[in-house]
């Protein structure tokens, strides 16, 4: 655990307080005119599988 998120340019794992105002904003009625985007919440680092 004590290395989780040291990869990420951020060099720290990303904390609830941080992530959290964006799940809001996508479940509140603020988002209803997107369509089709992604938020990258992820300290700068980009993941794919």
């Known amino acids: 655990m ?3 998120g040291c990869t990420t340019p951020m060099q720290r794992a990303g904390q609830p ?7 809001v ?4 009625e603020d ?3 997107m369509s ?4 990258q919440i992820n300290g700068g680092t980009i993941i794919n599988n």
Do not use: I, R
């Not at 089709?36 to 938020?39: A, E």
């Open 2 to 4: 004590a290395t989780f």
């Open 25 to 28: 904003f996508l479940a509140s």
């Open 31 to 33: 988002s209803s005119y």
């Open 17 to 23: 307080k941080e992530l959290a105002p964006a799940y």
């Open 36 to 39: 089709g985007q992604m938020l």
